[in-house]
């Protein structure tokens, strides 16, 4: 089946470190969304990004989507404490009707105070 | 503002029991999904309805059975549990866009379920 690989799947940080996760598709995406979850917490909703080359920035975080729409990344820059949680991505495949939003495993983000 | 509520948060069954996991929202959405999350394993979807009358099988179908007879509600019944089905239970909503998912999903708070 079509599938959304993310790396890495666990990532450990110092405070005030920069860190990235990436999501790539064998398959072009329609559109890509990305999630963080808290630990014991349901997924939140961070941003949708839909044209090729996209860059979104909020405060600390950037996002992209790559020309070829099949990959993606989250750049967190001078991680905090509160940043701790899973991110995942979230592609929906190009061509015909497609209703199958595919999650990427995550990437755990951990942060030394 | 309720968004998407799910009962019951958690459940312990037997072997063969049967059960059923309620998810209603009150945002108008067409999209409803069910999605379990199991450790190292992401979020794999399990069946999902675009609307009223219609559902359609995601990555895991096997052992779960919906139903979607109104717009607010779309419940996650296993007909007999398997120690293979506990698990974290989400239930998700949007808005559609044409022919795909263009809306931000939002998740219940989880239903955790745990088969003996």
């Known amino acids: 089946g079509q599938q959304v690989m993310q790396i890495p799947q666990y990532q450990h940080v110092q405070e005030g470190e920069d860190f990235t996760t990436y999501c790539n598709s064998s398959t072009t995406l329609s559109n890509i969304q990305w999630y963080k979850q808290r630990p014991g917490g349901h997924p939140v909703f961070l941003i949708q990004l839909v044209k090729s080359g996209e860059v979104k920035k909020q405060k600390r975080l950037t996002f992209q989507f790559g020309e070829a729409k099949k990959n993606s990344s989250l750049h967190i820059t001078a991680t905090q404490t509160t940043d701790v949680g899973t991110y995942f991505c979230a592609g929906s495949h190009s061509g015909g009707s497609n209703y199958k939003l595919t999650f990427g495993k995550g990437t755990l983000l951990t942060v030394n105070p | 503002n309720a968004g998407v509520t799910q009962t019951p948060k958690f459940q312990v069954l037997k072997t063969g029991q049967s059960m059923t996991l309620q998810c209603a929202q009150d945002?108008?959405?067409?999209?409803m999904s069910w999605y379990r999350q199991d450790p190292g394993m992401g979020l794999r979807l399990i069946h999902y309805s675009v609307g009223a009358g219609i559902t359609d099988q995601g990555e895991v179908p096997n052992g779960y059975n919906v139903s979607r007879s109104t717009t607010e509600d779309f419940p996650l019944r296993l007909l007999s549990a398997a120690p293979s089905q506990t698990s974290v239970y989400f239930c998700?909503?949007?808005?559609?866009?044409?022919?795909?998912?263009?809306?931000?999903?939002?998740f219940g708070e989880g239903s955790r379920l745990t088969v003996l």
């Open positions: 998700a909503s949007s808005s559609l866009g044409g022919r795909a998912v263009t809306g931000e999903l939002f």
């Open positions: 945002m108008n959405h067409e999209y």
